[in-house]
């Protein structure tokens, strides 16, 4: 008998020290009824009871396990503020956004408020609110700009020359823009733009920064990252500025190199890869606002309508002859001529070949095409002779691709092809 009550109170006291573990407040309770019987209970010197310690008691350690790893200050701003981790369940399904309502809404509140759940009705309340919020948010106007980010920079070594190559992307933010452009430049081609709008435009540059040369590390990585980004800032300048944003100069930076490799490539007959490069030019001039034709000079229109032209020719070697018909419609929209412009022979020298082909291409894909043969038959009959007319790829191919400046560059000696 007194080796038990020995044996017990050895257990008892080591166990005691443990009372706030959950597993040992089980096996406290369990030796105790093992090794003394009803009555022999050794008296406790803190003063607490065998019932003091139930096996609910874990629960204690659990939550003070849990504020330790969940320290910090998780704020809900507004009069009805959320301070419990537990009000989701009193929110049902809705939780999730009754909190996101909450912390849209409202102002930041102290931690140290009672941790009471929001009633349904104010969590009906706040969902709502969330929903009238995005509702809103659907509806409200998304003002559209350009984006222009350099996505890779490249060391390009060829014999007798080092430099970096830069790939820009054009992005029309405001919507999705599924159809993003891409150039490829090198700092020799922004420094000829820098100087050209300099020349040209040199009120409206006096504000405008370009990142300039170095002497040494030109190809170390921390000086190609600077530069990508002045380079981003740069064209972003430049294009926040009405005065400078719809000139020849800037304009021709971005898709001229594209045109002039597809009409090299087109000569060659190599109308896939053409295409890619006239697709591009056609992208970057619908970001850059050349479809808006009133807004352009002379050259700028020869430039747009010589795009959508070699598409059409492209994708009629290649028997894509819905998209050919398609882009060939659109370049027919803006060139048919008022009936002042017919009578005074005043056409474009596209017009003709345009017309020809559109109406082949629609009586091959059964589109309508009776406009374009009526407008046919009046130029026919103001005296002009269509069928001695070059065809639509000849006329391309012998076109003469000038810059704002008058230049004609062959592929290999222009910096602007990419």
Request: net charge negative; glycine share 6%.
């Amino acid at each position: 008998m007194l080796l038990k009550v020995v044996l017990g109170s050895c257990v008892f006291c080591a166990l005691q020290g443990w009372r706030k573990a959950g597993m040992a407040s089980k096996l406290f309770d369990r030796l105790r009824r093992t090794l003394f019987k009803e009555g022999e209970l050794p008296s406790e010197t803190d003063g607490h009871g065998a019932d003091d310690f139930p096996e609910s008691s874990e629960l204690e350690d659990d939550a003070d396990c849990v504020s330790a790893r969940l320290g910090g200050t998780l704020c809900f701003e507004g009069e009805g503020v959320l301070d419990s981790e537990d009000a989701g369940d009193a929110s049902g399904p809705d939780s999730d956004s009754d909190f996101f309502g909450e912390s849209i809404d409202n102002a930041c509140s102290s931690t140290e408020t009672s941790p009471i759940g929001p009633s349904p009705k104010t969590s009906n309340m706040i969902t709502r609110q969330l929903q009238e919020n995005w509702r809103s948010s659907r509806t409200r106007c998304i003002p559209e700009k350009l984006i222009f980010e350099v996505t890779d920079a490249s060391v390009v070594h060829e014999t007798n020359s080092k430099y970096v190559l830069y790939t820009i992307h054009v992005i029309h933010s405001g919507t999705f823009d599924k159809t993003p452009a891409v150039i490829t430049r090198r700092y020799t081609d922004f420094e000829r733009l820098h100087s050209r709008l300099r020349r040209r435009h040199g009120d409206e540059m006096n504000g405008v920064y370009f990142p300039r040369k170095k002497l040494r590390k030109n190809f170390a990585a921390e000086t190609i990252a600077k530069r990508s980004r002045a380079f981003e800032q740069y064209l972003t300048h430049l294009h926040s500025l009405p005065e400078l944003q719809s000139t020849p100069t800037f304009l021709e930076f971005f898709y001229l190199g594209d045109l002039r490799a597809g009409q090299m490539l087109m000569r060659v007959g190599r109308y896939q890869d053409a295409l890619g490069s006239l697709l591009n030019a056609l992208r970057l001039q619908d970001k850059l606002g050349c479809h808006q034709l009133l807004q352009l000079n002379q050259l700028q229109r020869v430039h747009w309508f010589f795009t959508l032209s070699a598409l059409v020719t492209c994708f009629q070697e290649l028997e894509q002859l819905s998209e050919a018909q398609e882009h060939c419609d659109r370049a027919l929209q803006d060139l048919a001529p008022s009936q002042e412009a017919l009578q005074q022979h005043q056409l474009h020298p596209l017009l003709i070949p345009l017309l020809q082909s559109n109406v082949r291409l629609s009586w091959k894909i059964s589109k309508d095409k009776r406009r374009w043969e009526a407008l046919l038959q009046e130029i026919q009959e103001q005296g002009i002779d269509i069928g001695n007319q070059p065809n639509l790829k000849e006329c391309l191919i012998k076109e003469s691709i000038e810059d704002s400046e008058g230049l004609v560059r062959a592929k290999g000696k222009s910096e602007d092809v990419p």
